[in-house]
């Protein structure tokens, strides 16, 4: 089968072991390709709409993983030219590599590129690890002289190894919009994180995906059936989707079973953004060449390892004891007159409890941020990466006494939450059990707002700018890839703090602050009170239809995910039933 508009620029990347050089006339390559290092091959087909007949074509191919990837060889030829000069060099498109090579400078002459026609070339990167092609700073050139126009702007794709998570995704014909699988690709439920990555200056604009998860090795990718596979559609309804420069938009793909010694493939057609198209009158059109045709690219992931470093992600705490902040303490005493005229100063310990900050999805009142991989090649490896605390929600378990002057007092409420004009930036050292658990532990670091709010109504009162506070781990905490049975949306997506495991801070003065891993909200908890009681009762009371019928209510009620509401979704709610006050008895 063939796709429209093909040979405007294909790109099939084959990450096969052992393609040798192209069998035509023009080919060079060089370093080494011999397993075990990775090679990742690719076609590529760019028209020459510059106005001019070309004789040349010169193009950079690389990579930008983490630092310890490097380039160990490379390919490339082309029927159209009579020689082909590939160098390695140490660029990965960020003007910063770290040590070693990172792509190939790929120099094709004595070409035969008529104005309005195409040429069409392969390509091969080889890579110590990973699996990641790029293409930048492509031309076409008549006797030297550069022509004006790109035939393709800079970008690329990568595709992730496989981690446990999802739902298996979708495996009827097509993929229902969430990515097609064919044949068995093992057992579980497994993510493929597929990202679309923009290196131009310019916006891009992403017009669709297509994904194909398969035990079948496909050499020619335009044979597979590309017209049955149904277009990427999340719950943004994206793509189409703007990629700012420099930026990335990613797809968590969902299959059963991992796929492991099978394949992803892609495809997808990507353009310029027009002018104010992506939210910003400054978004530029780049100019491919004078051709508003989207470039359509096709891609080949083989699935050689399963994924193991911990992936950048949000993890969610609840408070399981009290814990205290101490005025006169850890943070400055409250000085006289701040609760009004004539109000004393304030010194002494105050408890404070966890607040859910959405009830409706978890009981988590604390969210932190790991904004890097934790890389952990191999058992007993480690990794230390930096934490953000993003949300913090506790309150006073009793409001506190303020005395005035004049022989009154007054009470107050006591709110603390994490002050975000202060972005203060902790560590996670995250280890990879060798023979048993996987380990991990925090120092995380904050500028704390505290709101005091007088009981029974009044404005609130704010402490001015405080010092950052910081409580590190007792002892290390157990983790593990797979998720809990029933995760909180935005966590993980493959580092979650084992259930049920209290996890010790310790505060500059010694005072614990103890985290438990947060629970989702339980379905039958429809008040979102954090219980499931009589009052839920009442609520699936009033859904309750019957085998085959729709809920007879506005609530999610069908907790099977069948279409009804009848004796199996009470057999849910029964499960979760605990009464008022307690947590739900259902994982």
């Not at 060079?28 to 990775?38: A, E, I, K, T």
């Amino acid at each position: 089968m063939k796709s429209r508009n093909q040979e405007t620029a294909v790109v099939a990347l084959c990450a096969v072991l052992g393609w040798g050089a192209p069998a035509w006339s023009g080919a060079g390559d060089v370093g080494d390709c011999d397993p075990p290092n990775v090679e990742v091959r690719a076609k590529l087909g760019m028209r020459n709409n510059t106005g001019q007949d070309a004789n040349d074509f010169h193009f950079y191919m690389y990579q930008n993983d983490r630092p310890n990837v490097v380039v160990t060889g490379a390919k490339a030829g082309s029927a159209q030219c009579d020689n082909v000069n590939v160098a390695l060099s140490t660029d990965n498109g960020t003007g910063n590599p770290p040590p070693g090579n990172h792509g190939a400078n790929v120099d094709m002459s004595g070409c035969d590129i008529p104005n309005g026609e195409a040429i069409e070339v392969e390509i091969s990167l080889c890579m110590n690890e990973k699996n990641v092609l790029k293409i930048k700073d492509a031309y076409f050139t008549s006797d030297g002289q550069k022509l004006e126009g790109k035939p393709m702007p800079d970008q690329g794709w990568r595709t992730g190894r496989p981690f446990p998570g999802g739902d298996g995704g979708n495996r009827t014909p097509g993929g229902g919009g969430r990515g097609a699988q064919e044949g068995s690709g093992g057992g579980g439920h497994w993510i493929h994180r597929v990202c679309i990555e923009n290196d131009d200056t310019s916006w891009l604009v992403l017009e669709n995906l297509k994904l194909l998860a398969s035990m079948t090795y496909y050499p020619a990718l335009d044979a597979i059936d590309w017209a049955s596979v149904l277009p990427i559609q999340d719950a943004n309804g994206e793509p189409p989707v703007c990629i700012p420069p420099g930026g990335r938009w990613c797809y968590d793909f969902q299959t059963t079973g991992s796929y492991l010694g099978g394949h992803v493939y892609l495809y997808y057609t990507i353009r310029p953004a027009a002018p104010g198209e992506c939210g910003s009158p400054a978004a530029s059109r780049l100019t491919l060449a004078q051709s508003d045709e989207p470039l359509e690219e096709f891609g080949d992931h083989p699935v050689d390892a399963l994924e193991t470093d911990a992936l950048a992600g949000l993890d969610f705490w609840q408070t399981h004891d009290p814990t205290v902040i101490t005025f006169g303490g850890t943070l400055p005493p409250i000085p006289a007159d701040f609760f009004g005229p004539g109000s004393e100063p304030f010194v002494g310990t105050v408890a404070l409890k966890g607040v859910a900050l959405d009830p409706c999805t978890s009981n988590a009142d604390t969210i932190v941020r790991r904004p890097a991989d934790a890389w952990l090649p191999f058992p007993g490896a480690s990794d230390a990466v930096p934490i953000e605390l993003v949300a913090l929600n506790l309150q006073s378990t009793a409001p506190i006494r303020v005395e005035y002057r004049d022989g009154t007092s007054a009470f107050f409420d006591v709110f603390l939450t994490a002050d975000h004009r202060f972005v203060e930036v902790g560590i996670m050292q995250v280890m990879r059990g060798e023979t048993g658990e996987n380990l991990f532990g925090m120092q995380i670091q904050y500028v704390p707002q505290v709101t005091f709010v007088p009981v029974g109504g009044g404005p609130p009162l704010f402490l001015p700018e405080l010092p950052a506070q910081t409580m590190f781990s007792l002892s290390p905490g157990p983790w593990d890839y797979a998720p809990p049975i029933r995760p909180i949306p935005g966590s993980g997506p493959n580092f979650y703090a084992l259930p049920a495991v209290q996890h010790t801070m310790v505060q500059a003065d010694g005072s614990p602050h103890t985290l438990v891993p947060a629970r989702a909200r339980p379905a039958p908890d429809f008040d979102c009170d954090g219980d499931v009681d009589v009052n839920d009762f009442a609520v699936f009371q009033t859904c309750f239809n019957g085998p085959g019928n729709p809920p007879s209510c506005d609530w999610d009620a069908d907790f099977d995910d069948d279409g009804d509401a009848d004796v199996n979704d009470f057999a849910v709610f029964q499960a979760c039933f605990n009464g008022p006050g307690q947590p739900a008895a259902c994982p």
